[in-house]
């Protein structure tokens, strides 16, 4: 069974900075892509940014130039530093991985980790 650990989340104030990692228990070559997505207290989920297997990275307009997602592949990890935070970007950030072992593919989710941009 796939796990993801996240870790980063935490409280900064406006124009700070955090980095986001999520941890996968399973080689790399078997995920097809990795990334968040977000849920402010009371709304819906909203997508952050993605990265696939060949490092093509999607990002909501809301994140862009601000937000860079990456991956580590020695790790089965990925990262999503986050600059210039704005109280917006409050939420519960869940990563996500897509994984595929033969024909099969299912989409994992992690626990969820609180970022709270406030002064």
């Known amino acids: 069974q796939v796990k993801l650990v996240e870790s980063g989340g935490g409280l900064v104030e406006p124009g700070g900075s955090l980095r986001l990692a999520c941890s996968a228990s399973v080689n790399i070559d078997a995920i097809s892509y990795m990334g968040w997505w977000r849920q402010p207290a009371g709304e819906l989920r909203e997508f952050v940014a993605s990265?696939?297997?060949?490092?093509?990275?999607k990002s909501a307009g809301s994140v862009r130039g601000r937000f860079t997602i990456s991956r580590d592949d020695a790790k089965s990890t990925g990262y999503l530093q986050m600059t210039n935070l704005k109280s917006e970007d409050t939420a519960v950030y869940l990563c996500?991985?897509?994984?595929?072992?033969?024909?099969?593919?299912?989409?994992?989710w992690g626990q969820g980790t609180q970022v709270t941009v406030s002064a």
């Open positions: 990265i696939d297997r060949d490092g093509e990275v």
């Open positions: 996500y991985v897509q994984v595929k072992f033969g024909t099969t593919s299912s989409v994992i």
